[in-house]
């Protein structure tokens, strides 16, 4: 930094190597931010998603930092968030899988929505003992509708149908009463559902991209799915992450919901994105019974009006557009995949 430069942003994000984290991390670079992640210890890396943009910290044009913390470990979110010293915080940070949080509620619940409870606790007292202001913002759901009819917007009253869902919920509050009891800026922002060629490939869009790019090159010929009737409003994540940027730009801390308000059904998807390669998803798709869940969400679509006016924000990309994205993505990935099977580097026939 020059003399009489300004001092960069700090920003600060639990889930980096997330989807979302590395879109935001990506635009807050681009904003000229220094930002920091908060990641996990395993034995194995998990920063794939952030490696075209990762500088060793040795080198002094770094503005990407790493820290070992979690959501389940109150100490390590102060520690971070007081030495550090950021002017925003963004949890994406979640165990975010709908699915999984019926076979794992516990752990859902805790770095979910005791997880938000920790890290407002930690921004909390850090602003009560420095004076500063730090702007929070914690990731909704549009999970957290579940049965309530669409189309839902902030005001619209909330029926979660999974432990996910219910733990967003709980987040939700919490961050809305430390706004009220407290003072501090934060805000919720409720995504509907948001995708693109770094989604994981358990949720079902990228299984479904990722099922056509191997069934195109010939390894693979069989896709496993569930409720092909379920409904939901799909955007692009890149587009989302500047929504999030944005609520913590105003005047006072809301809450804002970020749709494309359109929905599709995951077999309207199905048409469109093996239509896109000149397939048909029924001589491939089955139905297994294993991924139905207990309790389904049948249809999930945004009101983003508030986000439109007072955000300036709507989305970019539309449904065709992120189809085709996610599919040409996943047939270059399965393109190399080939590669190695071709030269008896991967087994082809781990796949159905």
């Known amino acids: 930094m020059a003399p009489g430069d300004a001092p960069l942003k700090k920003a600060l994000i639990t889930g980096i190597t997330g989807q979302d984290g590395s879109y935001l991390t990506e ?33 002094s044009s770094a503005r990407m930092k790493l ?85 839902q917007d902030e005001t619209t009253v909330f029926h979660p149908r999974s432990p996910y869902a219910v733990a967003k919920v709980a987040a939700h509050f919490y961050t809305v009463n430390y706004r009220e009891a407290y003072g501090l800026f934060a805000c919720n922002g409720i995504l509907f559902n948001h995708e693109s060629p770094r989604r994981g490939e358990n949720f079902v869009t990228r299984k479904i991209t990722r099922a056509i790019g191997r069934i195109k090159i010939g390894l693979q010929k069989k896709l496993f799915l569930g409720n092909l009737k379920a409904s939901r409003d799909w955007g692009f994540a890149g587009d989302y992450v500047e929504g999030m940027w944005l609520m913590l730009q105003q005047e006072k801390p809301d809450d804002y919901v970020l749709a494309t308000e359109s929905s599709y059904t ?48 709507q989305p970019k990309v539309n449904f065709k557009q992120l189809v085709a994205m996610m599919v040409d993505g996943d047939l270059e990935r399965a393109k190399r995949e080939k590669v190695l099977v071709d030269n008896g580097y991967i087994d082809s026939h781990q796949q159905p």
């Open 266 to 313: 995951v077999e309207e998807f199905l048409e469109e994105a093996f239509g896109y390669v000149g397939l048909n998803w029924r001589d491939h798709v089955e139905i297994d019974p294993r991924y139905f869940r207990p309790s389904e969400v049948d249809n999930l679509r945004g009101s983003a009006q508030k986000a439109r006016e007072r955000l300036g924000w």
């Open 67 to 151: 820290h070992y913390g979690d959501l389940s470990d109150a100490s390590s979110l102060r520690k971070w968030v007081d030495t550090i010293c950021p002017d925003e915080v963004y949890n994406l940070g979640a165990q975010s899988h709908v699915g999984v949080s019926f076979e794992n509620p516990d752990y859902t619940a805790d770095v979910v929505a005791t997880g938000a409870l920790r890290l407002l606790e930690a921004v909390r007292i850090h602003v009560q003992s420095t004076g500063r202001q730090v702007k929070y913002y914690q990731a909704g759901s549009s999970e957290m509708y579940g049965a309530t009819p669409p189309p």
């Open 27 to 59: 635009f807050l670079l681009k904003k000229g931010y220094e930002v920091h992640g908060i990641i996990r210890r395993s034995s194995n890396f998990n920063t794939q998603r952030l490696e075209h943009i990762y500088i060793d910290p040795h080198n």
